[in-house]
């Protein structure tokens, strides 16, 4: 089970705050996407070596976005306030953090004991309670 001091939620209540944060999030993404595709650019009639070192930074890059809190691990959505997975090392919008919650507690009442034998992910529906 998580830990509660592991859990994270990043939740703007100033509009004007919420506002800013959510367009840099949306700068964020789009300055690394660009750059992304700037580097596939890069590949193009490049030796196999150059062109998996380059894939490689490519990968790292991606990967690097789709963990941040730029945008959710799930909807992909960044105008949502966040909620942080330890476990998973991702970031939720807490809507989907609650849907996921919401799904897990639904299945286990309706499965029980069995839950655990009858689904394969469930363990990933425990690192959001």
């Known amino acids: 089970m998580i830990n509660v001091k592991d859990k994270k939620i990043i939740a703007y209540k100033n509009e ?6 959510y367009n840099l999030r949306k700068l964020i993404v789009r300055a690394v996407m660009k750059e992304w595709g ?3 650019e890069k590949q193009k009639n490049k ?5 998996v070192r380059i894939e490689n930074v490519r990968s790292d890059l991606y990967g690097a976005l789709q963990t941040s809190i730029c945008k959710c691990a799930s909807c992909r959505h960044s105008d949502k306030d966040m909620e942080y997975n330890a476990p998973l090392k991702e970031w939720y919008c807490t809507q989907c953090a609650q849907e996921y919650r919401d799904y897990y507690r639904k299945e ?7 839950y655990g034998k009858a689904y394969d992910d ?3 529906y425990q690192t959001f309670m």
């Open 16 to 21: 004007r705050t919420k506002k800013i944060a």
């Open 38 to 40: 700037s580097l596939g």
């Open 47 to 51: 030796s196999t070596l150059e062109y």
């Open 108 to 114: 286990k009442a309706f499965y029980g004991d069995l």
């Open 122 to 124: 469930e363990d990933f």
